[in-house]
Nanobody, 120 residues
Framework: EVQLVESGGGLVQPGGSLRLSCAAS????????MSWVRQAPGKGLEWVSAINWIGETTYIAESMKGRFTISRDNAKNTLYLQIIGLKSEDTAVYFC?????????????WGQGTQVTVSS
Protein backbone atom coordinates (compact mmCIF):
# COMPACT_ATOMS: atom_id res chain seq x y z
CA GLU A 1 0.00 0.00 0.00
CA VAL A 2 1.38 3.37 -1.03
CA GLN A 3 1.61 5.82 1.83
CA LEU A 4 2.78 9.43 1.86
CA VAL A 5 2.95 11.04 5.28
CA GLU A 6 3.74 14.73 5.55
CA SER A 7 5.05 16.46 8.63
CA GLY A 8 6.71 19.70 9.63
CA GLY A 9 3.86 22.15 9.23
CA GLY A 10 2.75 24.56 11.92
CA LEU A 11 2.22 28.17 12.89
CA VAL A 12 5.06 30.44 11.83
CA GLN A 13 5.55 34.17 11.95
CA PRO A 14 6.03 36.09 8.72
CA GLY A 15 9.62 35.88 7.63
CA GLY A 16 10.14 32.57 9.34
CA SER A 17 11.10 29.26 7.81
CA LEU A 18 9.95 25.66 7.79
CA ARG A 19 11.07 22.34 6.39
CA LEU A 20 8.29 20.02 5.39
CA SER A 21 8.97 16.30 5.14
CA CYS A 22 7.14 13.51 3.38
CA ALA A 23 7.86 9.93 4.34
CA ALA A 24 7.06 7.55 1.49
CA SER A 25 6.41 3.83 1.64
CA UNK A 26 4.77 1.06 -0.35
CA UNK A 27 6.54 1.76 -3.63
CA UNK A 28 10.06 2.08 -4.98
CA UNK A 29 10.58 5.72 -4.06
CA UNK A 30 13.71 6.29 -6.12
CA UNK A 31 11.92 5.25 -9.31
CA UNK A 32 9.50 8.17 -9.30
CA UNK A 33 9.43 11.93 -9.57
CA MET A 34 7.64 13.66 -6.74
CA SER A 35 5.88 16.99 -6.34
CA TRP A 36 4.46 19.31 -3.74
CA VAL A 37 1.03 20.88 -4.20
CA ARG A 38 -0.71 23.31 -1.86
CA GLN A 39 -4.22 24.53 -1.24
CA ALA A 40 -4.86 27.86 0.43
CA PRO A 41 -8.09 28.46 2.32
CA GLY A 42 -10.97 28.86 -0.09
CA LYS A 43 -8.77 28.39 -3.14
CA GLY A 44 -7.94 25.64 -5.58
CA LEU A 45 -4.90 23.44 -5.77
CA GLU A 46 -1.63 25.11 -6.68
CA TRP A 47 1.42 23.22 -7.90
CA VAL A 48 4.50 24.24 -5.91
CA SER A 49 7.52 22.20 -6.89
CA ALA A 50 8.77 18.95 -8.36
CA ILE A 51 11.91 16.86 -8.35
CA ASN A 52 13.02 14.07 -10.64
CA TRP A 53 13.64 10.51 -9.47
CA ILE A 54 17.30 10.95 -8.62
CA GLY A 55 17.01 14.49 -7.25
CA GLU A 56 19.28 16.15 -9.79
CA THR A 57 16.59 18.22 -11.48
CA THR A 58 14.14 20.43 -9.65
CA TYR A 59 11.30 22.69 -10.68
CA ILE A 60 9.77 25.52 -8.68
CA ALA A 61 6.69 27.61 -9.44
CA GLU A 62 7.83 31.00 -10.72
CA SER A 63 6.26 32.94 -7.87
CA MET A 64 8.06 30.80 -5.31
CA LYS A 65 11.57 30.82 -6.72
CA GLY A 66 14.15 32.00 -4.26
CA ARG A 67 12.15 30.96 -1.22
CA PHE A 68 11.20 27.32 -1.84
CA THR A 69 13.66 24.46 -2.20
CA ILE A 70 12.69 20.88 -2.93
CA SER A 71 14.98 17.96 -2.21
CA ARG A 72 14.88 14.24 -1.56
CA ASP A 73 16.81 11.57 0.27
CA ASN A 74 16.27 8.33 -1.58
CA ALA A 75 18.10 6.36 1.11
CA LYS A 76 15.46 7.52 3.59
CA ASN A 77 12.50 7.46 1.17
CA THR A 78 11.81 11.04 2.14
CA LEU A 79 10.87 14.17 0.21
CA TYR A 80 11.47 17.66 1.60
CA LEU A 81 10.32 21.21 1.00
CA GLN A 82 12.30 23.99 2.61
CA ILE A 83 10.54 27.34 2.76
CA ILE A 84 12.17 30.57 3.88
CA GLY A 85 10.83 34.09 4.13
CA LEU A 86 7.32 32.83 4.78
CA LYS A 87 4.47 35.16 3.84
CA SER A 88 0.83 35.17 4.86
CA GLU A 89 -0.08 34.04 1.35
CA ASP A 90 1.90 30.84 1.94
CA THR A 91 -0.76 29.77 4.42
CA ALA A 92 -2.11 26.52 2.99
CA VAL A 93 -2.27 22.79 3.34
CA TYR A 94 0.79 21.32 1.65
CA PHE A 95 0.47 17.93 -0.01
CA CYS A 96 3.18 15.54 -1.05
CA UNK A 97 2.22 13.76 -4.27
CA UNK A 98 3.61 10.91 -6.33
CA UNK A 99 3.94 11.81 -9.98
CA UNK A 100 2.29 9.51 -12.51
CA UNK A 101 3.20 11.25 -15.77
CA UNK A 102 3.22 15.06 -15.63
CA UNK A 103 5.19 16.75 -12.86
CA UNK A 104 2.60 19.51 -12.71
CA UNK A 105 -0.83 17.90 -12.71
CA UNK A 106 -0.81 14.14 -13.01
CA UNK A 107 -0.50 12.44 -9.65
CA UNK A 108 -1.64 9.03 -8.53
CA UNK A 109 -1.12 9.20 -4.77
CA TRP A 110 -1.49 12.01 -2.24
CA GLY A 111 -0.54 12.43 1.36
CA GLN A 112 -2.99 13.71 3.93
CA GLY A 113 -1.37 17.15 3.91
CA THR A 114 0.32 19.29 6.51
CA GLN A 115 -1.03 22.69 7.52
CA VAL A 116 1.22 25.72 7.28
CA THR A 117 -0.12 28.89 8.86
CA VAL A 118 1.82 32.13 8.57
CA SER A 119 0.63 34.71 11.04
CA SER A 120 1.92 37.10 13.64
Amino acid sequence: EVQLVESGGGLVQPGGSLRLSCAASGFTFNNYAMSWVRQAPGKGLEWVSAINWIGETTYIAESMKGRFTISRDNAKNTLYLQIIGLKSEDTAVYFCVKVRVSLYNDFDYWGQGTQVTVSS
